[in-house]
């Protein structure tokens, strides 16, 4: 008999030894399955930037004009221009021109209507911007400030101040 409870005692141990097994792995969380390397995703192509338009213009059909010399249509020294001015949209309204006096000396700034200057022969530099409105016109015309209103002296010779729109 003795025999017999040994080996019920020892089925029993081995038992509890495999339930408190089963208890001791669900208590802890299950280790997560190894990981499938995911391919990362390809890297962003770029589309390809479209290049840049291009226009090309014949020496003869356009030059600068600042600085360039501006007569009135009876030749008279109107002075230079010195600036250009444009609206908000980029659209040229104006010419600043540095009107009379001597080297500089004696001369002021006026602003003249962009429509107002013909540039018929500007291909050479030598030659000028022809300015629709006589130097008396001119010389009635406020002088040009920065950070103020600006006045400009139209075709027909009377003074517009810019829309402000």
């Known amino acids: 008999m003795?025999?017999?409870?040994?080996?019920?005692?020892?089925?029993?141990?081995?038992?509890?030894?495999?339930?408190?097994?089963?208890?001791?792995?669900?208590?802890?969380?299950?280790?997560?399955p190894p990981a499938a390397k995911e391919n990362p995703p390809p890297p962003a192509t770029k589309e390809?930037?479209?290049?840049?338009?291009?226009?090309?213009?014949?020496?003869?059909?356009?030059?600068?004009?600042?600085?360039?010399?501006?007569?009135?249509?009876?030749?008279?020294?109107?002075g230079r221009i010195v600036d250009v001015i444009v609206d908000r949209t980029g659209t040229v309204r104006a010419a600043v021109i540095d009107f009379?006096?001597?080297?500089?000396?004696?001369?002021?700034?006026?602003?003249v209507d962009w429509s107002a200057l013909h540039f018929g022969h500007v291909a050479d530099k030598k030659d000028s911007i022809t300015l629709e409105l006589t130097k008396?016109?001119?010389?009635?015309?406020?002088?040009?400030?920065?950070?103020?209103?600006i006045v400009v002296l139209g075709q027909a010779g009377n003074l517009?101040?810019?829309?402000?729109?």
């Open 160 to 165: 517009e101040p810019f829309d402000e729109h």
């Open 2 to 32: 003795r025999a017999s409870h040994w080996f019920i005692l020892g089925s029993l141990l081995v038992g509890f030894a495999a339930v408190a097994s089963h208890a001791a792995n669900e208590a802890q969380p299950a280790p997560p």
């Open 100 to 111: 009379g006096g001597f080297l500089g000396v004696g001369s002021r700034k006026i602003v």
């Open 136 to 149: 008396a016109q001119v010389a009635a015309a406020p002088e040009y400030k920065e950070d103020t209103p």
């Open 48 to 78: 390809p930037v479209p290049p840049p338009s291009v226009t090309v213009i014949a020496p003869r059909e356009a030059h600068g004009v600042l600085g360039r010399d501006v007569r009135s249509p009876t030749d008279e020294n109107m």
